[in-house]
């Protein structure tokens, strides 16, 4: 058998990647300013000012577009002839390369 190369699936950097805990959560601030008029000058004044922030929780649904992407990525490599005679579209070779310039897949040596 001719010495063919073999590659595995880094898991550990698969599930880094699908679960990044660097993923910045997005926050809003909004300010509430109340004011009165103040009856000796005429002038509005401020009364109170709330200040409130929200943390985005999209972190959530980022995992969940990396986890179906990676699904995908693997359902395609695990599909792929690789006889010698076959050739692969575009988007295999795509998803391959990919996967292994991120390291997502490393070649093993025998």
Same mark, same amino acid.
């Given at each position: 058998m001719? %010495? $063919?190369?073999? @590659?595995?699936?880094?898991? &550990?950097?698969?599930?880094? !990647?699908?679960f990044?805990?660097?993923i %910045? $959560?997005?926050s #809003?601030? #909004? +300010?509430t300013e109340m @004011? /009165?008029?103040? #009856? &000796?000058?005429?002038?509005?004044?401020l %009364?109170?000012?709330q200040? =409130? &922030?929200?943390?985005?929780?999209?972190?959530?649904?980022?995992a969940? +577009? =990396? @986890?179906d992407?990676m699904?995908? !990525?693997?359902?395609?490599?695990?599909?792929?002839?690789?006889?010698?005679?076959s050739?692969?579209s !575009?988007?295999?070779?795509?998803? !391959?390369?990919t996967?292994?310039? %991120?390291? /997502? +897949?490393?070649? +093993?040596? &025998?």
């Open positions: 001719a %010495n $063919r190369v073999k @590659y595995v699936l880094d898991l &550990e950097n698969i599930m880094n !990647f699908v990044d805990s660097n %910045n $959560r997005d #809003e601030s #909004e +300010i @004011y /009165l008029l103040d #009856e &000796e000058t005429n002038d509005m004044v %009364n109170t000012k200040l =409130r &922030e929200v943390k985005g929780g999209d972190t959530t649904q980022k969940t +577009i =990396r @986890y992407m699904k995908m !990525f693997i359902d395609t490599l695990l599909d792929l002839d690789v006889s010698e005679n050739q692969w !575009f988007g295999e070779a795509l998803i !391959f390369n996967m292994a310039e %991120n390291e /997502l +897949i490393k070649e +093993i040596k &025998e």
